[in-house]
């Protein structure tokens, strides 16, 4: 398990987290992004690295349908109906990337994972990488296979 400080959409006054967001890697090694919803819905995905004064959105998704179950798609290369605005960004190395699940009426989310450049490159394909809690050190950030995290994170919700 890998963990780091993860920006948590469950803690303060955000919108409620039915779901969790994670992200992977393909055999060509672009970037993956996973929703798993576990009730309610989201209507999208936004990447986004905060740096301060320096944040700013880096890429966002929104699929044909709202997502009420799974999904996953490649970030830069999103399936036919998807559409993109803005369209992801070139990422760099060392720096701190989030992926998170929103609606457009601030209904429900996916709690969003955070990641480096360098944390994907040792992913292998299948693999998702997923907040999966808080502890005394901050938000936990565990690596498991595509099917284990469709099955396990919902018991991290509850």
Request: net charge negative; with cysteine; hydrophobic share 35%.
């Amino acid at each position: 398990m890998i963990a780091l400080v993860a920006t948590s959409l469950t803690s303060g006054c955000t919108v409620p987290s039915y779901g969790v967001a994670g992200v992977g890697v393909d055999a060509d090694g672009r970037i993956v992004g996973h929703l798993r919803l576990c009730s309610h819905y989201v209507d999208g995905a936004s990447l986004y690295h905060d740096s301060g004064a320096d944040a700013q959105d880096l890429g966002s998704w929104t699929p044909p349908q709202r997502v009420t179950d799974f999904t996953s798609w490649t970030l830069a290369n999103p399936p036919d109906g998807w559409k993109t605005d803005p369209p992801l960004a070139r990422l760099r190395p060392a720096t701190e990337y989030t992926l998170y699940g929103w609606t457009s009426d601030d209904s429900s989310s996916a709690v969003g994972v955070t990641f480096t450049l360098e944390q994907l490159a040792k992913l292998r394909p299948g693999q998702v990488m997923h907040w999966s809690g808080s502890d005394s050190q901050g938000e936990a950030i565990k690596v498991e296979s595509v099917e284990e995290f469709r099955l396990s994170v919902c018991e991290l919700l509850r």
